[in-house]
């Protein structure tokens, strides 16, 4: 049995996290006797600990969709060269039939307010928001310039973030307060926000554990940037932040200097398919009009407490309803689960710093999965 969760829709709330990678030439790197890291970094932020969601994690720049984003006061801003509904972006992925189909109540619906614009912009919007609301980094564009789609084949052009303004502290504390003052600003620096170097990567949605935790529908963007723009934290929200390859992010939560979420984990590992900044951009821009998967995945907790996290594609894994509320269990222990099995998409949680990931099956479309990881018994 499959169909919509029985879910009240004010729990499911639209997010955008956006993956910004940028080129690196880090010092040093001639006199280390080590291989060199991938060719990129990816900047990670971490949550303050009195945040109520993934507190102390670090995380992609991102957060909930406000009603600003949808404003048709954007359409002026977007305007002469970019005309709505999609402002250049291209055509729009073909829309494939997803499970679960989740009741999502979009900001402003309440009132009766129709969005002017559509999801991916809107989302899009979002994660340049936020990454400024909590790195201070600027994905904007002059309005004098013209996007011109990239073409398959042609040379990788690499976004740059926008130089802050003098009262960029301002401006922030304002758009923190008001989403909508993030449209002022970039009325008021003559820039549109850069939605065309935001490449669809992947969409999460919040599993059950609990019933009063938060859940988010959320959109991962991906981001390839020149090189690594200045970065001021909020220290509010967040308060440390760093560029890590996704290499040196994988070692640096196995050495516990920092905590990944299973998103986070999962991400990060698929990122170490890709040896350099242009071979990640040249497969986003292949790829984009296929658009990206969206999961839910379904937590799984074993005899000996180990907690199995099921995607799509793994033999366990059930689109079903009836069992997408709850958290799953088995009177089986982990290792005689993962012996039986052979059909897998899933992430072993074995301890907070310890996760190992099995994957055998194919991805749809041509999307990319992380290769199989599995963490040294002398770390358990």
């Known amino acids: 049995m499959s169909g919509p969760l029985r879910t009240d829709p004010r729990i499911w709330r639209q997010a955008a996290s956006v993956v910004l990678a940028a080129g690196w030439k880090g010092p040093g790197a001639a006199a280390s006797s080590l291989p060199p890291a991938e060719g990129f ?39 002469p060269h970019h005309k709505p509904p999609r402002f250049g972006l291209g055509p729009a992925p073909a829309q494939t039939a997803t499970f679960p189909v989740v009741p999502i109540s979009r900001p402003g619906a309440a009132d009766g307010e129709a969005a002017a614009l559509p999801d991916d912009v809107a989302l899009r919007i979002c994660a340049i928001r936020e990454a400024f609301e909590e790195a201070g980094v600027l994905l904007l564009l002059p309005r004098g310039a013209r996007h011109v789609p990239e073409s398959q084949g042609s040379a990788p052009e690499f976004a740059c973030a926008l130089e802050p303004p003098p009262d960029v502290s301002a401006w922030r504390t304002r758009v923190r307060g008001d989403a909508r003052h993030f449209l002022d600003l970039c009325a008021h620096l003559d820039c549109t926000p850069n939605i065309w170097a935001l490449h669809a990567w992947s969409g999460w949605l919040t599993p059950f554990i609990g019933e009063k935790l938060r859940r988010f529908d959320t959109s991962f963007f991906l981001c390839c940037l020149s090189e690594p723009p200045p970065i001021q934290i909020d220290l509010a929200e967040v308060v440390n932040c760093r560029w890590s390859s996704p290499s040196e992010a994988t070692e640096s939560f196995l050495s516990k200097e920092i905590w990944l979420a299973h998103p986070q984990f999962y991400e990060i590992r698929r990122l170490e398919n890709f040896a350099s900044l242009s071979d990640l951009h040249k497969f986003c821009l292949e790829h984009a009009l296929e658009g990206s998967e969206r999961w839910l995945p379904i937590n799984c907790v074993t005899a000996d407490g180990m907690m199995i996290q099921l995607y799509p594609g793994d033999e366990l894994y059930l689109e079903d309803s009836d069992f997408l509320e ?19 998409h899933r992430l072993v949680h074995h301890h907070s710093h310890y996760y190992s990931i099995h994957v055998t099956v194919q991805s749809k479309g041509k999307h990319i999965y992380p290769k199989n990881y599995v963490v040294n018994k002398s770390h358990l």
Do not use: C, N, Y
Not at 44 to 55: G, K, V, Y
Not at 334 to 339: A, G, N, Q, S, V
């Open 41 to 79: 970094r990816v900047l990670l932020l971490q949550r303050s600990s009195s945040q109520a969601f993934l507190p102390g994690a670090h995380v992609f720049p991102g957060g909930v969709l406000d009603r600003a984003d949808l404003s048709a006061d954007w359409l002026p801003i977007f305007a």
């Open 326 to 344: 709850k958290v799953l269990s088995t009177e089986k222990k982990t290792e005689e689960i993962m012996k039986e099995g052979q059909k897998f």
